[in-house]
């Protein structure tokens, strides 16, 4: 069984923001074409995109062809709106809530959904949390690398992470409002630099400030194999050694990156290895980034290069990692089933 847990989803009839509320940084999804359409910010193009967005049964169509059997959806990080007021940025996460939650519905075998909350009120993102876990059935949370420029281990943020554990939901953490965003725009290097780097300092977040040895049950993955946090995980430590004044854990950030979760986009066997090395093959969850042009094509095709891993080890990462990690039931996840 693959499970793809990195893929993005988008409701075909976003309901125009910007009309009903004002503002420009609402997105906007302009229909191009009967399978194509912009998205919209501040009236310029943010991305292009094709009806792989939006359409079941064209991401379905293209499971079938690469070998994958269940898509994890999430939200595209441009809709978070954490910059809204709070009853706006609730309404936009009820819609695409509602919408991933209707899309998993229809195809239970196939799909497997992540909600998004208003994280901007620590309130009402417990709130909404509530709604997709209990009420729609999702399967986790997706978060943003940070809110309106406070990094995630801010404390007006502990009771969320507080009830997240303790109702034991999976957070899926991806980059948005990247780091050196003024430096960034030439070259694409928002999605080639800029986001590993914010993957990089969320990721280093978790593992100093103490979170994850204040919540140890906490299920944090996140997006693009971490960015350069594997890399930088020996220069964390070493500060961490060298600053004892700073220190708010009992071990160094090491101890806690092994408790924490990444995807599989690297891109690069010997990037995977080296994950695999530093965190262990049982954190590691299969993710492509569909349906974007950046994305691994056919997802996982760096663990089939990975010669050195056994079969076991790929079916943890094709699917079996993944199916605990989200609570995913009735996979058949012999080592001999993944090679098919």
Known sequence: MRIDVHTHIIPESLPDFVQKYGGERWPILNRTCTCGATIMVAGKPFREVTDQVWSPEKRIEDMDREGVDMQILSPIPVTFSYWASIAEAEEMAHIQN?????????NKTRFAGLGTVPMQDTEAAIREMDRCIHELGLNGIELGSNINGKNLDDPSFIE?????????????????????????PRHNLMYTVGMPSETALVAATFAWSGLMEKFPNLKVCFAHGGGSFPYLLPRLDQGWNVWPQLRLTTHPPSYYAKKMYYDSLVFDPLNLKFMIDRFGHEQIL???????????????????????????????????????????????????????
């Open 98 to 106: 509602n919408f991933i939650a209707e899309t998993v519905a229809h």
């Open 160 to 184: 969320f992470f507080r009830m997240a554990e303790q109702w034991n939901v999976p957070l899926f953490i991806h980059p948005w409002e990247t780091m050196g965003k003024d430096r960034t």
């Open 286 to 340: 299969m993710g492509s980034d569909y349906p974007f042009l950046l994305r691994e094509v056919p997802p996982g095709h760096i663990i089939e290069q990975s010669l050195s891993l056994t079969a076991e080890q790929q079916a943890c990462l094709w699917g079996g990692n993944a199916a605990k990690f989200f609570r995913i039931g009735g996979y058949i996840l012999d080592p001999i089933q993944q090679n098919k």
